[in-house]
Nanobody, 120 residues
Framework: QVQLVESGGGLVQPGGSLRLSCAAS????????MGWYRQAPGKERELVAT???????NYADSVKGRFTISRDNAGNTVYLRMNSLKPEDTAVYYC??????????????WGQGTQVTVSS
């Protein structure tokens, strides 16, 4: 009932930049929050950044000052600008969204994931 389409992953050298995008569509009445998690090989999935409906943002300490989360005016596409990338940022990045469906039920969806590899 909600589709999250991610794009923008890839291979980048240390110190480089990437921008991830995630577009939400479907039977959406409202979006309360969108964000990004990541999971590196052999590690647990961890929060990267979130943005809620009032524009407030939250970042993991490991990405503060390097990553910026934002959204479009419609509020259904979220972006993650990643600067000064490090090898330890290598992971599969997952988009998340939660809110209310047209049916009135609350939802929490994950995207399919996009690979980010930071390597020389």
């Amino acid at each position: 009932q909600v589709q999250l389409v991610e794009s923008g992953g890839g291979l980048v050298q240390p110190g480089g930049s990437l921008r991830l995008s995630c577009a939400a569509s479907g039977s959406i009445f409202s979006i309360n929050a969108m964000g990004w998690y990541r999971q590196a090989p052999g590690k647990e999935r961890e929060l990267v950044a979130t943005i809620i409906s009032d524009g407030s943002t939250n970042y993991a300490d490991s990405v503060k000052g390097r990553f910026t989360i934002s959204r479009d005016n419609a509020g259904n596409t979220v972006y993650l600008r990643m600067n000064s990338l490090k090898p330890e940022d290598t992971a599969v990045y997952y988009c998340i969204a939660d809110g209310t469906l047209l049916s009135g039920y609350e939802y929490h969806y994950w995207g399919q994931g996009t690979q980010v590899t930071v390597s020389s």
